[in-house]
């Protein structure tokens, strides 16, 4: 009999496996498609040559991630590769305010009149940073906060709303750039823990980048697929698990699944009725003749490019696909171009580009003009460079990694009290009504993004369950 059967072969489930085989236990990892990686792939989308990320393609919190710190993933090929600025935020002028490794650099892009409280509002928790990231991706209590007072100092200025935030901020720029940390997680503006949402990304940036990984996000999980090999954990794809009798007997089965997929596997009923799914996106992979033509020459060098003309212009984007149900008419846009650090994913001469827009859950429209036209404020010509596209709308998104339910990429509404306690008000949260399941997915804490932290979490209350029926 095994130990730990895991369910989900993205990088939570792997890291989950990886952390109990590190520790001794016989682990199986079964994943639904041919290849592992969940949301970090990496595939020829459009053109031969042309190397896309389908879900996430940079990597702040990856890189900033205490369980990926503590692997040797770089023995297995893992590289970050940091582009000369993480992220960009252009204006129609063509202009661009910037998120820099450098916080002098960040505060003089937002002009005088926000410099300084910029600087304010980053630099007490700088010096902190590993520690604080640590205590806020351990939450809940599956570990000790190791420095209390900072973090309850980060809850004072994270736990009310962005807006609220934002007020230190007295021009457009910073109050732009920040709107649109805070919609990485498709979150309203002004809910809950959202001023900690933008925070979060902010640091990451400071502290070590948003880099992206060579050759696309696959590395990272093909890394940890490694790693488990060599620990002596195997790995099965082309496994579609539909309930539990499917899977060999095992101690301990740890689920990198939605919710209610865990629920209908392993036969809990209506348990987790209560969690909400947030919002959709659609999503479009270019084959690009030449770099985007941007008009602001920071947008040029940076890995992350967002679209949103201003503060009001984001928050209208995620109101119409949160709140009015409506595709928006100027989609608030996370863009990647990983060509600037990375050369390889495209032959030469030619780029990959990654971006995605906002949409109502479960929304079957065609996006793709609306986002173009957005594009073409901030770069005119960009359709000119256009070779290929490949476009996927939630039911494709949900088609390719179930996970996604409605075509919500993180795995559940980021909204109110689920933002940090999902996927149910419980102390316990990796832990189910059955003793031996567990859900080690983007829908525990700390959430979306690729990090491997919820399998880590999940991990420890995994082994300890294991040890008692040992002892």
């Not at 989950?16 to 592992?36: H, I, K, M, Q």
């Not at 859950?361 to 596209?389: I, Y």
């Not at 179930?402 to 102390?427: C, E, H, M, W």
Request: proline content about 9%; some cysteine; charged content about 20%.
């Amino acid at each position: 009999m095994l130990d730990a059967v895991v369910v989900g072969a993205g990088p939570n489930g792997l890291t989950a496996a990886v952390e109990l085989a590190r520790r001794g236990f016989s682990v199986a990892v079964f994943e639904a498609r041919d290849t592992v990686g969940g949301g970090a792939r990496t595939e020829e989308l459009t053109l031969p040559g042309f190397r896309h990320d389908p879900c996430s393609a940079a990597h702040p919190l990856g890189i900033n991630s205490p369980a990926f710190r503590a692997l040797p993933l770089e023995r297995y090929g893992l590289q970050w590769l940091q582009p000369e600025l993480p992220m960009a935020h252009p204006f129609t002028d063509g202009t661009a305010a910037v998120l820099s490794r450098s916080v002098a650099e960040t505060a003089a892009s937002f002009g005088a009149r926000d410099a300084g409280a910029y600087r304010r509002l980053v630099e007490p928790f700088l010096p902190h940073w590993d520690t604080l990231a640590r205590d806020f991706m351990s939450l809940p209590l599956t570990a000790l906060p190791r420095d209390p007072v900072t973090l309850a100092r980060f809850g004072l200025v994270g736990l009310p709303p962005s807006t609220w935030l934002m007020r230190r901020f007295r021009d457009e720029r910073a109050k732009a750039l920040f709107s649109g940390l805070v919609a990485h997680v498709m979150a309203p503006l002004s809910g809950f823990a959202t001023g900690a949402i933008g925070l979060v990304f902010a640091l990451a940036a400071h502290a070590r980048g948003w880099p992206v990984a060579r050759g696309g996000s696959q590395s990272i999980s093909d890394a940890l697929a490694a790693y488990l090999k060599d620990l002596g954990g195997t790995v099965h794809t082309d496994y579609e698990v539909k309930r539990l009798d499917d899977l060999p007997p095992a101690r301990a089965y740890v689920f990198d699944t939605s919710p209610t997929a865990l629920a209908r596997i392993a036969g809990l009923g209506r348990y987790y009725d209560g969690y909400r799914y947030g919002p959709g996106v659609f999503k479009v992979d270019y084959a690009l003749d030449g770099p985007v033509p941007w008009t602001a020459p920071e947008a040029r060098v940076a890995g992350t490019v967002q679209i949103g003309a201003s503060s009001a212009e984001i928050g209208t984007a995620l109101r119409a696909a949160s709140r009015e149900g409506r595709a928006p008419d100027r989609p608030f846009m996370i863009t990647v171009q990983p060509g600037v650090v990375d050369p390889d994913r495209a032959p030469e001469g030619k780029q990959v580009f990654w971006a995605y827009g906002h949409v109502p859950s479960g929304w079957d429209g065609d996006l793709t003009d609306a986002l173009e036209r957005q594009l073409e404020r901030f770069a005119p010509g960009f359709r000119d460079r256009v070779l290929a596209r490949a476009t996927a709308g939630p039911p494709e998104l949900a088609a390719r990694n179930a996970n996604y339910v409605g075509g919500d990429i993180g795995s559940g509404a980021v909204t109110g009290l689920q933002i940090l306690l999902r996927p149910k008000l419980s102390l316990s949260p990796y832990g189910t009504p059955h003793p031996a399941v567990f859900i080690c997915s983007s829908a525990t804490p700390p959430g979306p993004g690729v990090h491997g932290m919820s399998g880590h979490n999940a991990a420890k209350a995994v082994w300890r369950r294991l040890r008692q029926q040992q002892a």
